[in-house]
């Protein structure tokens, strides 16, 4: 799944020369902004077929805040 994320982070929101792993802050380390974060939750709902409610963007600040929400998204009984 991380690697997945770093591809779309690189080819989609176009970040580079940047070490991304799952510790990586989105607006700090990427210099993502309102609308790029926008961007990427759509490209990440369409690439992993799930729905993120704008009322969740403020709990996502981290690669991993991203990867957390995907496995709940993916597994919602936690199995």
Known sequence: MLDRLIELLKSEIQVRDVEIN?????KD???LDSLDMMSLV?????????E??????PGIHTVGDII???EEKLNP???
């Open 68 to 70: 957390s929400k995907l």
């Open 52 to 57: 993120i409610d704008e009322t969740e963007l």
């Open 42 to 50: 759509a490209e990440v709902e369409d690439d992993f077929k799930v």
């Open 29 to 31: 380390d990427l210099g």
């Open 77 to 79: 009984a936690g199995l």
């Open 22 to 26: 799952e510790g990586t802050s989105l």
